[in-house]
């Protein structure tokens, strides 16, 4: 939400730099142009990507917790030394994503479906 506020600001200040940039002050319009034109570019392109990027690493983790729960029992128990540290690793990345979350609400890209993830057992 936090962010799309940023580019409502960003992409109103560029246009009315550009409006007054021939009125007075024309170099500091032309350096408000400047930087909301960059922080507008990289709003739109950057922000969407980074929280597609999330989404796709939450749902890889939903097949990861699906496999080790289900998969995992049958396996023989050579393997469980691999099975626990990838158990431990998935568990430390959501805790981290719901920390982020919880904390961090507004400035993060997480969607909302991280709270509801629960850990591997």
Do not use: C, H
């Not at 570019?41 to 950057?46: D, M, P, T």
Request: hydrophobic letters at 50%; zero cysteines; a negative charge.
């Amino acid at each position: 939400m936090f962010w799309i506020i940023l580019l409502i600001v960003a992409i109103v200040a560029l246009i009315v730099s550009i409006i007054l940039y021939n009125r007075s002050w024309e170099d500091v319009w032309s350096l408000i142009i400047f930087i909301s034109a960059i922080a507008s570019v990289f709003l739109i392109l950057i922000v969407p990507s980074f929280y597609l990027i999330n989404i796709i690493n939450i749902n890889r983790f939903e097949k990861q917790k699906e496999y080790i729960e289900n998969v995992v029992p049958t396996l023989e128990s050579s393997d469980n030394y691999a099975i626990t540290n990838a158990r431990i690793e998935l568990n430390g990345q959501l805790y981290d994503w719901q920390y982020q979350y919880e904390n961090y609400r507004f400035f993060t890209l997480l969607p909302e479906k991280v709270t509801e993830l629960e850990e591997i057992k």
